[in-house]
């Protein structure tokens, strides 16, 4: 399960060298928005240069490269064709045809499917096709989502709850869980404010996002804690799968809730988030 996902702007050699010390689930090497275009070259480079030296690391890494109708993003895959990451973030991804080009480019080089494709929804007409976009090819692990570029897009005015954007969110994360996809939130800019950074996580979670964006190390444990089951939580799902499995009838109670199969199977998935397994 990939609950932390932080970008790393793939230019800065200092960074580059600070992320391999972060116990974040995935880093995400920065081509697109971080990197100036002068710089791009520079980028690819020393991402690569990365990768190479993380052969056998257990984070996961991605590529975050320029969207398909961008003049970089040509360039962006004939840099990957002496290495290639865990998975590719396609930048301002807004329709099944953007997947395609790059899932033609990867089949060239991959034809295991084993680098997968995270396309980032951050306009107006992406969400209108997020579940095309979801389902446009096996590669596709999950979606992201881009609150900032979103909220350009659509003229937004973010306000504390951030109600603006609960269509959008809720559209993503009901296309990735019916297409059996993970959904990923979009970061928190404000990377001092810890405490914001934890109302926004619990509320992705609770919303059904299975990971969250991060733009700074210091937002890596809060989510890494948020997105991962709390003591209590895994001792009740405990509780009520005992009590199911005990029991001769579908519904019953457990701790003065009714307990059916719906719950049944939410206790599951919590057990299975914390990497156990009830039989």
Known sequence: MIRSLLFVPGDSESKLQKARQIAADALILDWEDAVL???????????LD??????SSDTILLIRINPAPSPFFAEDCLALESILPNAILLG???SVSEVHQLN???TQRDADNRVRIYPQVESALAILNVFAIATSCPRVAGLTFGAEDFSADMGITRTEGEIELLYARSALVTACRAAGRDAIDSPCLEWKALE???????????????GKLAIHPAQVPVINEIFSPSAVEVERARRILAAFSASSSG??????SMVDE??????RQILEMAGESFS
Do not use: I, Y
């Open 262 to 267: 719906a719950v049944v199977r939410r206790a």
């Open 37 to 47: 275009p002068q710089n791009k070259v520079l980028a690819r480079k020393r991402s």
């Open 196 to 210: 914001k950074l934890r109302a926004d996580t619990r509320a992705a979670r609770n919303m059904g996002f299975s």
């Open 104 to 106: 033609e480019f990867l």
């Open 251 to 256: 519904v019953l109670t457990v701790d003065g």
């Open 50 to 55: 990365f990768l190479s030296g993380q052969a």
């Open 92 to 94: 301002k991804c807004q």
